[in-house]
Each structure stands twice: as C-alpha cells, then as structure tokens.
C-alpha cells in the first residue's frame, strides 16, 4: 500500500505474512526520485532478511540486534539511492536529499 504525504513523500507499507511482521517505509524523494516503490522494498526487504537470518545465527535475538538490522538496512537503500542518483542521472543533476525510516511491528 502506497500513500504520498504534502511534501510528496510516499509511505510504502509492506506485509510479510510469513514472518507476522508489518514494516513501513517512510522515504522522501530522494529515493522515490530514482526507483519505484517496489523496488525500495525490494532492496530494504532483502537487506533485511540476510540481517535477520545472520543475527539468528549469531546470537540470540536483541533489540540491539534488531535495530541495528533495520539501521544497516535504511543505510543500504539510501547507498543504492545515491548511487543511482551518481551514475545514472544527466551530469547537471545532483545528489538530491535522501532520508529513509522503517517502522517494524510483530503483529
């Protein structure tokens, strides 16, 4: 699900019935101005997996664990953002802004 905000911002909402998780992706158009929707989730939601998948193997899960997945995550999506924005744009067209939330509920 998909909304957009004043600013334009859009709230890409995703369910993964699998794990009884409800993530929300809250990004500004600095991301959205260079990939869809499905591909920030895409990107955020494998990113998130291989963390999950290592912590467990690691250790116990934590909230520490968990937020730094989530951060790590944010991170990767905004890194592939300005990426794009580097090598794929007109050379007059400048790194925009990028700013990526995730908010993870178990349900």
Known sequence: TTTT???NDKITTVHDNTKQKVRILIAT???FDVMTNEEA???LC???DGNEKDNQQSSSSSSLAVSSSLEDACL???MHARKKWQNDLLLDVRVDD???V???FDV
């Open 76 to 78: 990767h999506l905004v």
């Open 29 to 31: 158009d600095g991301i």
């Open 46 to 48: 494998s990113q998130l």
């Open 98 to 100: 990028a700013t990526v």
């Open 102 to 104: 995730v908010l993870e």
């Open 5 to 7: 905000n004043n600013n």
């Open 41 to 43: 989730v895409e990107i």
